[in-house]
């Protein structure tokens, strides 16, 4: 069945990652901590980057929407989005302000929103990218900061698959899988007074899943954007040692562009292909399978854990990373660039990250709203 969606394909919005939420599981600031962090965060104007929802990540490849966790903000986070993004719209980069080639513009340009804007080209209104029906959630592990949104998925709005009886396809680890079929039965809606059920959702109706075994491939679907353009995406789940069995994502896009004859050579193969790896790896401590850190590397975004400032071992907070370890691993694993997320009031405010990382031209700082293009 034909999709009806009305999400503006124009240029710079075929494939992008956007960071909906880039903090740890209580978010920062914290309700009612008034430690120095929480204090001065919650001080600031909600558009500081200081400000954070729980990690959750998107991923935009033409119509089709994929879903790193969806924790217990998303609703606000897809919002976010679509209404903040589109009322700030001079605030809104098309393009990161760190690109893919290695070459990272100079801190002071990305902490500053004014000189941001300079020279970053902004998205006109009718092509800022609009996330509507989810097609894809990748769990990482049974969390609450991780899995606590999926129930408000079914509130989203979603006609098509209404009509189509399409669902959301959850990927999820054995152990995840028992905290799903926890959820089962929850969507009932038992408002008629002899407590039968009155309409006919479960969680059955929103989501299909898949039980996801680590280092096998996983094809999604390959998306057509017109004659000459096609994607194609494959997850690999990749062990961690976070929670049982949680796992982080390679995930693979290709990109098939026909050339046709552009390039005026009739011999050469027109099909150009491209292919990138972006890693999402939260939560996980340093210590991690070596299968797992072979995939890792040399991969084109890897995003990582960094819960915490300093000392994470000796705090006893073992199953998270902290700034040393994640600028440890984006040595070792030489990614072109990493971002570090999930991040706590444990850590440093955004500026002082920035200046930490200063002189590693691969390694920067997510934040809410953080979206760049893949291609
Ligand atoms: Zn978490
Ligand atoms: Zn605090």
Redesign the pocket.
Known sequence: MAKIRERSLGLGSQCAFTFLGTGAG?G???VG???????S?ERSSFTERGWRTRSCALLDVGCKSILLDCGPDIRTQLLNVRTIRRLHSSLYSKTSPYSFSGQRESFSDTSNQEKESNGIETGAISEIFLPDEIDYVLLTHWNFDHVGGLIELNHTWRPDRLASKEKIELLLTEHAQQGYRSLEGSLFRTSAPDGTKRASEDVEDVFIYTVVEPYKCYKLFTEHIDERLAYSVEVIPIETYHTPDSVAFAIYITRYEDLGDETGDKNSNSLKESRKEIVYLTDSPYEMPEKTREIIKDSDLLIMDCTFYKNVEEKGFKYHMDTEDCIRLVRETNPKMAYVTHI???NLEYDDLIDLFGDMRNLGVAYDGLRFELF
Not at 33 to 39: G, H, K, S, T, V
């Open positions: 209580e920062v600031p914290i901590c008034d430690c120095d962090i929480c204090y965060v706590s009031h444990r």
